[in-house]
Nanobody
Framework: QVQLVESGGGLVQAGDSLRLSCAASRRPFSAYTMGWFRQAPGKEREFVALITWSRAITSFADSVKGRFTISGDVAKNTVYLQMNSLKPEDTAVYSC?????????????????WGQGTQVTVSS
């Protein structure tokens, strides 16, 4: 079993930035993808961003392209989500997840391990 722990959420104003971190208790798989998802009240969980274990491939949801970046520290088994120019519609619980897939892992069911999530609230 792999434990994922997110941190860095909080309450910010529109236009501000936040950096979320996700620390894994160990390397999930020999090759893997780490993803970030979010879920707003009353809505389904949605894909936000992903990065492969080699950090060679990243992908973003259209709603966050140009504002969010994702990076990883393989040695620390940690992935980061840098969120800039935050908008009220970015308000959600953000969760990180690990997938044994190394490409195309944008669906909830593509992921094997999940963190508990961290709340991000953006006020207008």
């Amino acid at each position: 079993q792999v434990q994922l722990v997110e941190s860095g959420g909080g309450l910010v104003q529109a236009g501000d930035s936040l950096r979320l971190s996700c620390a894994a208790s160990r390397r999930p798989f020999s090759a893997y993808t780490m993803g970030w998802f979010r879920q707003a009240p009353g809505k389904e969980r949605e894909f936000v961003a992903l990065i492969t274990w080699s950090r060679a491939i990243t992908s973003f949801a259209d709603s966050v392209k140009g504002r969010f970046t994702i990076s990883g520290d393989v040695a620390k088994n940690t992935v980061y989500l840098q969120m800039n120019s935050l908008k009220p519609e970015d308000t959600a619980v953000y969760s990180c997840a690990a997938s044994r897939l190394v490409r195309g892992a944008t669906g909830v069911y593509d992921y094997d391990f999940w963190g508990q999530g961290t709340q991000v609230t953006v006020s207008s």
